[in-house]
């Protein structure tokens, strides 16, 4: 790995320690005491809260504030405040801190921080500040550095599990999810006046004045998800958690010790004491803190790290294939780990793969500003394909040298829309930081100083317009008729069951149809979330138990719609196309999400079996799909099964290449079932309602237009318009006649033309009148299969009189010199058949 040396050797601390040693403020002052320094911080609002302070004490012309969206650089700067991703680590300054080292064992950005433990360094002092954790790794990267422990000021203690009424103003409730602190903050507007919101989703600016809210006293609790963990100073008495459990980008886990300590240490301040706790009626027994866990946090004794993420930080960029191969290189030291695929170089994984975009990366300078693009981060947390498309996008423009203004400014100027609801606004908000991040780049937009000003300004504007929704939704506005319900002892929604019914004190919210539980559409929509959180957690068991029914019935009130497997009407499973065309794969319902994996491998193994059932009517295909792959059937006759299969056993004779077979590989197809007619090859069975219902399943499956198989499959149907011919069925202008009756008349005519040896013969359109075929669509299925009409007295006398059975008379198929029939000629509009024809219609 390369190895980046600092410019300068200095004196190495490692300031150790849990929440609230005022670490954060002792680096202040220790850079405020040399000449220049520099602090790279885990988040974006933590370097601006210090930017402020520092811009007190040394005045703004000094100081610069550094991070992907927003930079702050007079001319005279001195003093940088960054974010880790965004610290100049070679920049030439008397002292450099990194805050919140141990993050160098976070799966997504935990390679940044310990290549900056590794290497920002000062010309003076160098610290490294973090949770006792992360002694091991210091004493094993850098023997060098001092450690210098850091005792917490106040005392932590656990005060147990507390009813939402019970617990004490100047609190933090805590949650995992967006809905629960929707659903928090919504009960405690009703009984407490209000609270402060605080999620990760949020700006910076709006979580600013919503703790503004909070430090001022105005509402005396704060609902925020562990994004308080890090970076908030708060004046927290109590910390309460809604939940122990939370989803971290893989799965879903129970919190670790150090990451409850890490929340739980917001309670108290300096030499202010301060507890912790759960709130009470939030789940089952695993929602409260195990002895173990209590004693860890109050004793602050965590398991040191082990292994911290590493990735090459200053890799190869002559190609993109030696850029991949060095982000991929494995540490050469036992204390680091290869860091987990982060978002950045998923996306240069994905597009590298595009040869469109690939050829247009060459050389250095182009491979560099490349990887940049890739590095844009994902503000609006779509994932890697998404984000991928969006950079990709972006590429175009800049690989030929900048975006243009007015291009930035459009797109800056769709987002320039303060209404909508919370969760609108928020998703703009994201959107403009990623505009915001372009336009800082510092060659990537013309007119950069002026777009960076507008994407500030559109983002202060969004923010404003989310703190004041936050504000008006939990704090001002009026209570819902649903929660006037609620008493003031009242803790958490009291949710009942009643059948399928979710009620919540006596009045329905809602009900569960299948797994899925559906909000009362008789419900506000501002309440929507609340209902789904407050239902939520009380369905656990009502869903196991609809599990076992479901396994207990073996498929009582399952059924088949398209491609979606339907249990009393509403989805459990859809099936998805597989290597074998004929066993598709099912995958369940995100609905069925929440039941264990144990439960959910017995319901997909019951569907597979129930499935198979529903397609039993397949089997001659089967037959058909297992020759195909014997050797002894040989290529020839090998390719048509093949294609038999693909069409559902119901092949075209013409271009299905029957005449390349051997007499032994015919004689094997017959005894596979399948007949061969004068215009069709097909399967018998296969003409069941059953096996097409089956058959038009499997094309719903594959996305591939398809005709519902007719109800009985009479010998014809009418076909109206240019609608596809029902499976089965052969296309005769305005009728289709089903293939084996087809192949019936068609054998009808033939031994008619025997008898005739030679001569004009007549047909009896009597058979093909009796299965409901008209005499136009039965002249044009003998013009198919080579007929030619004589064009001489083909009318019986009594034709314009009362309906007499007509006579035509017809010729054999002329044939070539190999033998076969040749294509028959297009009669004349003129000629007598064509009269005939227009009479009969």
Known sequence: ?????????????????????????????????????????????????????????????????????????????????????????????????????????????????????????????????????????????????????????????????????????????????????????????????????????????????????????????????????????LDIDHVAFAGLWKFDGVRQRRLTTSEMAQIAGRAGRHQRDGSFGTLAGTGGHDAEFTPEEVYAIEEH?????????????????????????????????????????????????????????????????????????????????????????????????????????????????????????????????????????????????????????????????????????????????????????????????????????????????????????????????????????????????????????????EGARLSLREARILWDGEPVAKLDPSRNLLVPRITLDASLDALSAELRQRIVASLEQWLASQLKALTPLHRLNAAAGEAASGPELRALLIRLVETGGILERAGSNLDKLSPEQRERLRKLGVRVGALDLFVPDMLKPAALSAWCTLQAVRGLPHHAPVPNMPPVVTTPGKALAPPGYRRLGKQAVRLDIAEKLLRAAHEARVAAKGRPFVIDPALAVSTGLATVSYAHLLRLAGFNATPARVLSKGAFGPPQPARWRWRAPRRDSAGRAAAPPVPRPDSAFAALAGLMR
């Not at 520092?54 to 702050?72: F, N, Y």
């Open 1 to 233: 790995m390369a190895q980046r040396k600092a410019a300068h050797t200095s004196r190495l601390k490692a300031v150790l320690g849990p929440t609230n040693t005022g670490k954060t403020h002792l680096a202040i002052e220790r850079m405020c005491a040399h000449s220049s320094g520099m602090i790279g911080f885990p988040l974006r609002l933590l370097a601006r809260e210090v930017y402020d302070k520092v811009c007190a004490i040394k005045g703004a012309q000094h100081v610069a504030l550094i991070t992907g969206e927003e930079r702050i650089e007079p001319k005279n700067a001195r003093y940088l405040l960054c974010t880790a991703e965004a610290m100049p680590v070679l920049a030439d300054v008397a002292f450099a801190a990194i805050d919140e080292a141990q993050l160098g064992a976070d799966r997504e950005r935990g390679h940044v921080f310990t290549d900056r433990m590794l290497h920002a360094r000062g010309r003076d002092e160098t610290l490294i500040l973090g949770s006792a954790t992360l002694e091991p790794m210091v004493k094993a990267l850098l023997p060098e550095a001092e450690i210098v422990s850091r005792p917490r000021f106040s005392t932590l203690s656990h005060a147990g599990a507390k009813k939402l009424s019970r617990v004490p103003p100047r609190s933090a409730i805590v949650a995992f999810s967006a809905e629960q602190v929707y659903a928090v903050a919504e009960m405690l507007r009703r009984f407490r006046g209000g609270a402060a919101v605080v999620m990760g989703a949020l700006s910076p600016e709006t979580r600013n004045r919503q703790v503004a809210l909070y430090q001022n006293g105005e509402v005396d609790y704060l609902v925020a998800t562990d994004a308080i963990g890090m970076g908030l100073n």
């Open 301 to 553: 004794r965590f398991p040191p790290l082990t292994k911290m993420f590493w990735r090459e930080a200053e890799p190869d960029m002559s190609s993109l294939k030696s850029l991949l191969a060095d982000l991929s290189r494995a540490p050469d030291r036992p204390e680091l780990a290869p860091a987990p695929e982060a978002i950045d170089l998923a996306v240069l994984r994905r597009l590298s793969e595009e040869p469109d975009i690939a050829q247009t990366v060459r050389g250095q300078a182009t491979v560099r500003r490349f990887w940049e693009a890739c590095s844009l981060p994902d503000f609006r947390q779509h994932g890697a394909e998404t984000h991928a498309r969006f950079v990709a996008r972006l590429w175009q423009d800049l690989r030929h040298g900048q975006l243009g203004g007015d291009f930035v400014a459009r797109a800056i100027a769709d987002l320039d829309n303060p209404g909508g609801d919370i969760d609108t606004l928020q998703m703009r908000i994201a959107a403009i930081r990623t505009w915001a991040y372009v336009a800082q780049r510092p060659d990537w937009v013309l007119a950069k100083e002026e777009m960076a000003a507008r994407a500030r300004a559109v983002e202060t504007r969004l923010s404003d317009a989310l703190h004041a929704r936050l504000t008006e939704r939990f704090v001002n506005r009026r209570t819902s008729v649903l929660m006037k319900k609620l008493g003031p002892d009242a803790g958490l929604l009291p949710v009942e069951l009643v059948e399928d019914e979710v009620q919540v004190d006596g009045e329905p919210i809602g009900h569960l149809a299948g797994f899925r539980f559906r909000v009362d559409p008789q419900c506000r929509l501002a309440d929507r979330k609340l209902l789904l959180a407050a239902a939520e957690r009380h369905l656990p068991a009502l869903r196991k138990s609809r599990a076992e029914a479901l396994l207990a019935e």
